[in-house]
């Protein structure tokens, strides 16, 4: 069973709209890691947050938001005020304590355009 | 302070022939980890060492894959003999020592390999 899923491959949109990449995880573990990594055209892969189980707490960098909702196992992504420069593809994961300790499982990543 | 260095960044080589990546963590950090990224697959793990010792090699496709940590700042993955499904970007990633798990991982430029 996929561990991570995202399930919008590719998300469209136009500069200055909000977006949202869904991230949802399974896991049996108590203690477990969320990540969200951003990997631009030039290939690297970025870090972006981490938030860890025990903390349902939502967290907000500028234009960046993360909504961590335990009961329904997701971790979401927002962009507020796209730019050109987010265009990237977007990668959630996860790292559990017991089942694979400092193993990041990926999703399949989410590839946001977003155009002028 | 210097990223996590790979190298070569780029290499095209010949079926059969032996290819080795390198990689240089970040200085004083005791995990490092090796990812491989396809189209087909996504980002998996291969590899990954806790203080110089393998920790978790589930992920190495098969015996023509080997990887090394002969100290705390170099390692490397070998593949012998290649093959052009071995084609994709390899990226290594280390972490510091703060927590046993759950820290963010902070990648390499990665090196792009193509096996024809």
């Known amino acids: 069973a996929q561990k991570v899923t995202q399930a919008q491959t590719e998300i469209s949109v136009v500069e200055k709209e909000d977006v949202t990449l869904d991230c949802v995880y399974e896991?049996?573990?108590?203690?477990?890691?969320l990540f969200w990594y951003k990997q631009p055209p030039s290939g690297e892969l970025v870090f972006l947050i981490r938030r860890n189980s025990f903390d349902e707490q939502n967290e907000i960098s500028g234009r960046y938001s993360w909504n961590f909702q335990k009961s329904t196992s997701s971790f979401n992504f927002t962009i507020t005020a796209s730019q050109v420069v987010d265009s990237a593809v977007y990668f959630c994961?996860?790292?559990?304590?017991?089942?694979?300790?400092?193993?990041?499982?990926f999703g399949e990543g989410t590839q946001l355009t977003v155009n002028p | 302070d210097a990223g996590v260095i790979q190298s070569p960044r780029h290499e095209v080589t010949e079926m059969g022939q032996e290819v080795t990546l390198r990689c240089k963590p970040i200085?004083?950090?005791?995990?490092l980890f090796w990812y491989r990224q396809t189209m087909m697959r996504g980002l998996e793990l291969l590899i990954y060492?806790?203080?110089?010792?393998?920790?978790?090699d589930s992920g190495m496709p098969e015996d023509r894959f080997s990887a090394k940590m002969p100290n705390a700042s170099f390692s490397t993955l070998k593949i012998q003999p290649s093959e052009p499904r071995d084609s994709a970007v390899y990226f290594c990633?280390?972490?510091?020592?703060?927590?046993?798990?759950?820290?963010?991982?902070?990648f390499g430029p990665g090196t792009r390999l193509t096996v024809l």
């Open positions: 994961a996860l790292s559990e304590a017991e089942t694979s300790g400092s193993r990041l499982t």
């Open positions: 990633a280390s972490s510091s020592p703060g927590q046993p798990f759950g820290d963010e991982q902070f």
């Open positions: 200085s004083g950090h005791n995990s």
């Open positions: 896991t049996r573990d108590t203690t477990y890691y």
């Open positions: 060492f806790n203080n110089n010792v393998p920790i978790d």
